[in-house]
């Protein structure tokens, strides 16, 4: 599988925020996904990535190469949704498609009518006069439509009805069948990488706690739910972020850690936002 991105003990540091020794790939042919809480430096990494910012240590490589003049070549195979496009309110959809496709030397109009008309987008219309969803949909649109070899998405369905985000995950897996793209997905919205994603990438407090394959996380751990009195110091250690109540507690447990709770504990699967909200409770705070 080859690495379309490759981080490799990358660092930057901020005032009161730091992003450590991050190391990882988003590999051709996959969705990966990107979650984290705020603040955790998702954002930071991608714009590491998209070259709007450099590391104070390590090294970011986009298709092979870290040199500066080869990743702002790189720029044309890329495809970037923000989760606020960017868009002069004052253009229309068609107009704004001109100016973006001025900056790609792949530009393919047949591609950009296509999806146009795929998402129901009045070429005439200002931006001004069309919806959050609408937007989101020009955006993805015309991040699609230069045979971008990489699709770095940031928030893309933060805020849109489910109808709208459903109908942007069935191109996106539309999307990855042609094994010679790679898909990068930041969001909060879990539920959509459960849908889609192939590989995760956690993040929290500047650090990658997690990076590999979606179901090996999701198979880690159980959902565990039981009495109070089964919580000594012995349980309590291999437990990560409970919550107690009158009536009983709810934790995140790793696989190996069942056979000490004994029987009287439910034990579920996960989801991954269960995983990323207890892992992040269970964590000490500075």
Same mark, same amino acid.
């Given at each position: 599988?080859?690495?379309?991105?490759?981080?490799?003990?990358?660092s930057? %540091?901020? =005032?009161? $925020?730091?992003?450590? *020794?991050?190391?990882?790939?988003? +590999?051709?042919?996959?969705?990966t /996904? &990107?979650?984290?809480?705020?603040?955790?430096?998702?954002?930071?990494?991608?714009?590491?990535?998209?070259?709007?910012?450099?590391?104070?240590?390590? %090294?970011? =490589?986009? $298709?092979?190469?870290? *040199?500066?003049?080869?990743?702002? +070549?790189?720029?044309?195979?890329? /495809? &970037?949704?923000?989760?606020?496009?960017?868009?002069?309110?004052?253009?229309?959809?068609?107009?704004t498609?001109?100016?973006?496709?001025?900056?790609?030397?792949?530009?393919?109009?047949r591609l950009?009518?296509?999806?146009?008309?795929q998402?129901?987008?009045?070429?005439?219309?200002?931006?001004?006069?069309?919806?959050?969803?609408?937007?989101?949909?020009?955006?993805?649109?015309?991040?699609?439509?230069?045979?971008?070899?990489?699709?770095?998405?940031?928030?893309?369905?933060?805020g849109?009805?489910?109808?709208?985000?459903?109908?942007?995950?069935?191109v996106?897996?539309e999307?990855i069948?042609?094994?010679?793209k790679?898909?990068?997905?930041?969001?909060?919205?879990?539920?959509?990488?459960?849908?889609?994603?192939?590989?995760m990438?956690?993040?929290?407090?500047?650090?990658i706690?997690?990076?590999?394959?979606?179901?090996?996380l999701l198979?880690?751990?159980?959902?565990v739910?039981?009495p109070?009195?089964?919580?000594?110091?012995?349980?309590?250690e291999?437990?990560?972020?409970?919550?107690?109540?009158?009536?009983?507690?709810?934790?995140?447990?790793?696989?190996d850690?069942?056979?000490?709770?004994?029987?009287?504990?439910?034990?579920?699967?996960?989801?991954l936002?269960?995983?990323?909200l207890?892992?992040?409770?269970?964590?000490?705070?500075?």
């Amino acid at each position: 599988m080859e690495d379309v991105v490759t981080l490799e003990g990358v660092s930057k %540091t901020f =005032r009161g $925020f730091r992003l450590e *020794d991050v190391t990882f790939s988003i +590999k051709k042919g996959f969705i990966t /996904g &990107f979650i984290g809480p705020n603040g955790s430096g998702k954002t930071t990494t991608i714009k590491l990535i998209m070259d709007l910012l450099h590391p104070d240590a390590g %090294t970011v =490589r986009l $298709f092979g190469h870290s *040199d500066p003049r080869s990743r702002q +070549k790189a720029k044309d195979r890329i /495809g &970037f949704v923000y989760a606020e496009p960017p868009f002069y309110d004052e253009l229309t959809v068609d107009q704004t498609k001109t100016v973006v496709a001025s900056f790609y030397s792949r530009w393919d109009e047949r591609l950009y009518r296509h999806y146009r008309n795929q998402f129901e987008l009045p070429g005439d219309r200002k931006i001004k006069a069309l919806s959050t969803g609408m937007k989101m949909k020009l955006s993805i649109a015309l991040a699609l439509s230069h045979h971008a070899e990489l699709i770095l998405l940031d928030e893309p369905t933060s805020g849109l009805d489910p109808i709208v985000r459903r109908e942007i995950l069935d191109v996106l897996a539309e999307l990855i069948q042609d094994e010679g793209k790679a898909i990068f997905f930041s969001t909060h919205i879990t539920t959509d990488l459960e849908r889609i994603a192939d590989y995760m990438i956690f993040i929290h407090r500047g650090r990658i706690l997690y990076n590999g394959e979606k179901d090996r996380l999701l198979e880690q751990y159980r959902l565990v739910k039981g009495p109070r009195e089964i919580l000594n110091p012995e349980t309590r250690e291999k437990l990560i972020g409970i919550r107690e109540t009158g009536v009983g507690f709810e934790a995140l447990a790793p696989n190996d850690a069942l056979p000490a709770l004994g029987s009287r504990v439910l034990a579920e699967p996960p989801s991954l936002e269960d995983i990323m909200l207890y892992t992040v409770k269970g964590e000490p705070h500075a």
